[in-house]
């Protein structure tokens, strides 16, 4: 059986373990506590800088029927789908893959329907800015008039690419790449939960290849892992 990268393993479950991007995070929990939502967010940044992962706990935030201090208990049924990936409350979509208007009709017409379970349906449009100018046109009516259940966040690692009439009707918010340090630290947190000797000369190379990217550092990691053993 495959183990589980390190990556997906240590994905951040609740804002409080998140590594950085700290303006961000009180301001989202901020508009947690106060209600004031946006329907459409904006999350732009270099890859691995925690786009997709601050989604999904906005997400588990928004649908958790134990909220604890204002952050999701992990514990109820609708927190265990979000963590395992297969919540019908959160839609993922790959837009470099779905880029096309026929994809985007048809999220328009499922966007419609009310969640079964919990409040709000999250959809996550991943490198939003592969759509065509046809799909985005056709996003836009529904970025205009959502319906009260529905948020949607979109990712990009290139917003310039974004139609500023999309931009226009999302919050934005930008994430930056994490320092050296930061990933370090996570690093070595990351070692010790794994019982994995690293020595800081070596977790300092790693987060200097990873460039800022936490997601590359932890599969750098993992391929030091692989060649070198736990030891």
């Known amino acids: 059986m495959a ?3 390190l990556y997906r393993k240590w994905r951040s479950q609740t804002f409080s373990d998140f590594v950085g991007q700290a303006e961000i995070v009180q301001t989202l929990k901020n508009a947690l506590a106060s209600g004031r939502l ?5 999350f732009t940044g270099p890859r691995g800088t ?6 999904r706990l906005l997400a588990k935030t928004l649908n958790c029927t134990n909220l604890k201090g204002g952050e999701p208990c992990n514990e109820c049924e609708q927190c265990r789908e979000i963590t395992a990936g297969n919540s019908f409350n959160v839609i993922e979509i790959d ?3 779905n880029r096309g208007i026929d994809s985007i009709r048809e999220l328009r017409e499922k966007v419609m329907v009310r969640p079964s ?4 349906k999250i959809y996550i449009l991943d490198e939003a800015h592969m759509l065509t100018t046809e799909a985005f046109n056709a996003l836009l009516k529904t970025l205009e008039e959502p319906p009260e259940h ?3 966040v979109m990712a990009t690692t290139d917003v310039e690419k974004m139609p500023a009439t999309v931009i226009s009707r999302c919050q934005p918010f930008y994430f930056k790449r994490f320092t050296t340090l930061q990933i370090v630290k ?3 947190f990351v070692a010790e939960q794994e019982q994995i000797e690293i020595e800081r000369g070596a977790a300092e190379l790693i987060a200097r290849a990873a460039a800022g990217g936490m997601r590359d550092a932890l599969s750098l990691l993992d391929q030091a892992i692989a060649y070198c053993g736990h030891t």
């Open 50 to 55: 925690g786009k997709t992962t601050t989604a």
């Open 186 to 188: 996570h690093l070595q």
């Open 95 to 97: 837009a470099a893959s």
């Open 3 to 5: 183990s589980q990268s």
């Open 150 to 152: 529905a948020i949607f």
């Open 117 to 120: 379970t919990g409040k709000y």
């Open 38 to 42: 946006s329907h459409a967010y904006l």
